[in-house]
């Protein structure tokens, strides 16, 4: 999926995201190769032999083709060449173990017998078979859409786990997890109800995958806390940093320290504030624009570098071309690239730029509503709820776009009653964060939880809740409503259906490779909705069950 468009891609010779056909051609050898990897990495696993580089390059190569990540080819070039001559040492590494085991090695063919093609055009002509939709006329379109489920997902977890990762949290679960269902798409699967099992298996995997994020931002930078983050901009120097990497954030943090320049967040970085050894920053000055599909507009008027450090990147234009930077899994063509962690060009290009000429009057927004802020508060949480000051929580989260129908969310959320709570996550939530909620039982009326990076924080509040009310979380008084972009939204969609959460409402429009066959079966037996009307879907919500 190269867009909320469909499993087809967008099409034409540019994505709505920007993408040539020739970089995502890049991304699907790419992708096949890391099958061949994912095929010998099992059979290691199963022979009791790990292999650190090939479970950290997986991870990284796949979130490299998420959509809005990374669009430079030579870059792709470059982990395709790595990626062979990865797969030759592990397929040495397998023939080795096998025979200290006392076995014959399989023979493996297809994916890990690739062999890429030592040329641009080359490269390019062997993208027919590693596409997403190769085979399809003779498998249909209900195996492609669920190969598509299997892989869109497993990229949204290999992010998630990336960005574990890069704070020092890894687990042998995570990485046998991604291994197995690279392993099964190599084969080329046809069984709609094995996948179906698989897919409910990786959302479980996810699972771990985000217990693992949150110990790792928790770990590093503290729990986050309920902060003020002001969103106007104050005189002089400053840094923008989107994206989700809190580690890059820091870094900058600290390459600016005492230099009297100001670092602002964006789009997703925004519940970076909460964590207090981010916020102890006192030239953390701020968030500045919304969320990713602005930036074209956010970024030109933005008087200083700009750092990406993860999705959703779009096509920089040429009035900021020049000061954008990416970092990490990020790329774009002819961008200056932090590589290494050293982010002293970044500070250099902000010396040179004019950066905010005055202070506005300052406005605020706050997040850091992590799980322990939250239940932290538990008790007056669930106290209102049974003297009837609370009646429902809608969690409204999940990744904004610039499609049509959007505004379904900021009327949710807007339209919900007074005595309801909006808890949100991923950056749909500009589409009301800065609207007056105001409080109930004490308790601001929205609460941000953080990043679509924070799903376990929500997950565990729910179960929190659930275990209080000493109910299932399916008979809380709380609805999911989900905004749907891209694939760390196909991660987290799979954990919920893998934890049994129904009636998830899902939107705007369903992602293109749900065929109605697959739709029905996620209707059918998860609950899960396509969103209607605000106002129908609400009524509908706190209808009595
Ligand atoms: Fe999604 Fe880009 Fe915003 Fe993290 S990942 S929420 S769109």
């Excluded at 792709?76 to 040495?92: G, K, N, P, S, Y």
């Excluded at 779009?314 to 774009?332: D, K, M, S």
Aim: glycine share 10%; proline share 5%; hydrophobic share 45%.
């Amino acid at each position: 999926m190269r867009s909320e468009t469909g499993a087809a891609g967008c099409g034409g010779p540019k994505g709505v995201c920007g993408k040539d056909e020739a970089t995502a051609d890049l991304q699907d050898v790419l992708i096949h190769q890391l099958k061949g990897i994912g095929q010998y990495v099992t059979r290691l696993q199963a022979l009791g032999r790990r292999d650190a580089e090939a479970d950290s390059f997986i991870l990284y190569a796949l979130f490299t083709t998420l959509t809005n990540v990374n669009f430079n080819r030579a870059r792709f070039v470059e982990m395709i060449a790595t990626a062979a001559r990865l797969r030759d040492r592990l397929r040495d590494a397998y023939a080795e173990a096998a025979s200290e085991a006392g076995q014959t090695p399989e023979a493996l063919g297809g994916a890990a017998a690739f062999i890429p093609a030592d040329s641009l055009v080359g490269l390019l002509a062997q993208a027919n078979v590693a596409s997403v939709r190769a085979g399809a006329e003779a498998v249909g379109e209900d195996v492609i859409g669920m190969r598509a489920l299997l892989l869109y997902g497993l990229k949204g977890v290999a992010a998630y786990a990336h960005h574990a990762e890069v704070l020092g949290e890894t687990r042998e679960a995570i990485a046998d997890g991604v291994a197995r269902v690279l392993d099964l798409l190599a084969g080329d699967p046809v069984d709609l109800e094995l996948m179906l099992e698989e897919a409910l298996a990786l959302g479980r995997v996810n699972f771990t995958v985000m217990e693992a994020l949150d110990a790792a931002n928790t770990g590093t930078y503290g729990a986050p806390a309920p902060t003020p983050v002001r969103i106007t901009p104050v005189e002089g120097k400053a840094i923008l940093v989107s994206g989700h990497d809190l580690r890059d954030l820091h870094a900058i943090l600290e390459a600016t320290k005492d230099t009297g320049i100001n670092v602002y967040t964006h789009g997703e970085m925004l519940p970076a504030h909460g964590y207090p050894k981010l916020h102890a920053y006192s030239h953390l000055a701020g968030n500045y624009g919304t969320a990713w599909q602005n930036q074209q507009t956010e970024f030109a008027a933005f008087p200083g570098p700009i750092v990406m450090t993860s999705n959703c990147l779009i096509e920089p234009q040429p009035l900021y071309r020049n000061r954008i930077f990416t970092a990490g899994p990020v790329g774009w063509p002819g961008l200056r690239h932090i590589a290494d962690g050293d982010f002293s060009p970044v500070v250099q290009a902000a010396k040179a730029l004019p950066g905010f000429t005055r202070t506005e009057p300052e406005r605020t927004v706050t997040t850091g509503f992590g799980r322990e802020a939250v239940l932290g508060a538990a008790e007056q949480v669930i106290g209102a709820v049974k003297a009837g000051a609370i009646r429902h929580f809608f969690l409204i989260g999940g990744c904004d776009g610039a499609a049509p129908g959007r505004n379904y969310y900021t009327e949710f959320a807007e339209q919900a009653p007074d005595d309801t709570v909006v808890l949100t996550l991923g950056c749909g939530k500009y589409r009301f964060n800065t609207h007056e909620f105001g409080t109930i039982g004490g308790l601001p009326r929205m609460l941000d939880i953080g990043q679509c990076n924070d799903a376990y924080s929500a997950l565990v509040i729910a179960q929190a809740l659930a275990g209080a009310f000493e109910c299932g979380v399916n008979d809380l008084p709380l609805s999911l409503v989900v905004s749907w972009f891209e694939q760390k939204a196909a991660a987290v969609f799979l954990t919920l259906l893998a934890l049994g959460v129904r009636n998830v409402r899902l939107g705007p429009t369903l992602p293109g490779f749900l065929t109605p066959a697959l739709l029905d079966i996620l209707v059918n037996r998860f609950g899960v909705r396509p969103i209607t009307s605000a106002e129908a879907d609400i009524a509908d919500a706190l209808a009595p069950k």
